[in-house]
């Protein structure tokens, strides 16, 4: 049974629309931003893709900077907060790894991973682009006991299992 979070808006796009973004721009392309982001501010994924801006295909993976903007292009009330899980917004899940060790600053975001996260009546929720064939949100038990696993072991083969959040974006929304 898929399950989104009161708080959040219903997704616009689903799972055949999800991949064909993987088709068009390969699954290197870290659709994990926009994706969390459509997730979040309850917009399509293209629209997403466009918000974020064409840096996303040159550098296959989305900033924060360019998730600053993207909230503001679609029109989103948010803030950045203290590296935490929002009660609604977005979070960068950054592996731990040799990269973390690594002294190029920026190595680091290239083993990181955006997510949606919304509290519920049923728990803290995560909306994970790669669980979009159950409807893309799931309890983050779920999501840190079988889906982090499993997308560790699948693009992150160095990484050491723990995983922190390093940036976090709280969107203000009302609930419906």
Not at 11 to 31: E, K, N, S, T, V
Not at 74 to 88: C, M
Not at 157 to 171: K, L, N
Request: aromatic residues 10%; charged residues 25%.
């Amino acid at each position: 049974m898929n399950f989104t979070p009161q708080i959040a808006p219903q997704l616009r796009f689903d799972a055949r629309q999800a991949q064909a973004i993987f088709d068009a721009y390969g699954a290197d392309c870290g659709p994990c931003g926009p994706g969390a982001l459509a997730a979040i501010a309850g917009v399509d994924l293209t629209d997403a893709i466009r918000a974020v801006g064409p840096k996303w295909m040159k550098l296959r993976g989305t900033t924060e900077i360019m998730l600053a903007d993207a909230l503001e292009i679609l029109g989103q009330d948010w803030s950045r907060i203290n590296p935490r899980r929002p009660a609604f917004g977005l979070a960068r899940i950054q592996w731990a790894g040799p990269w973390l060790d690594d002294p190029d600053p920026f190595e680091k975001y290239r083993h990181s991973h955006w997510i949606g996260m919304a509290d519920s009546e049923r728990g803290p929720h995560v909306f994970d682009i790669n669980a979009i064939s159950v409807g893309g949100w799931i309890s983050l038990e779920e999501w840190d006991a079988d889906l982090r696993p499993w997308l560790l072991q699948t693009t992150e083969p160095q990484a050491t299992g723990e995983w922190f959040i390093s940036d976090a974006y709280e969107v203000r929304r009302n609930t419906r």
